[in-house]
């Protein structure tokens, strides 16, 4: 089992960064791909990143390509969400997840169903951004 607790979230002006931070405890953190979701007010959970165990390869939706990064120190048992030129649509609670599926398997699974194909949650950290 795996426990996760994110931090970094905050408040923002449009056009700022910020980077989240997930703390992975419990098992062998290099055994799992680990993605970032996030849900505004009154909407369904989205899926923003993921990345491989290995932190070799990384996936993200069109919504956020070009301005988030996702990236993982598997020594420290750390991922991190770089989030650039934030938008105020980017505001929602940021959740950081953990799954034993590899990322093709990941990528499939929130790209064709409505699923996400995680295994262990954060309770998440939640990112304002302003006008």
């Known amino acids: 089992q795996v426990l996760l607790v994110e931090s970094g979230g905050g408040s923002v002006q449009a056009g700022d960064s910020l980077r989240l931070s997930c703390v992975a405890t419990g098992s062998t953190f290099i055994n799992y791909s680990v993605g970032w979701f996030r849900q505004a007010p009154g909407k369904e959970r989205e899926f923003v990143a993921a990345?491989?165990?290995?932190?070799?390869?990384?996936y993200y939706p069109d919504s956020v390509k070009g301005r988030f990064t996702i990236s993982r120190d598997n020594a420290k048992n750390m991922a991190y969400l770089q989030m650039n030129s934030l938008k105020p649509e980017d505001t929602a609670v940021y959740y950081c997840a953990a799954s034993g599926r590899d990322l093709q398997t990941i990528v499939r699974i929130v790209t064709t169903t409505t699923g996400t194909g995680m295994d262990y949650w954060g309770k998440g950290t939640l990112v304002t951004v302003s006008p």
């Open positions: 990345i491989s165990w290995s932190g070799g390869r990384t």
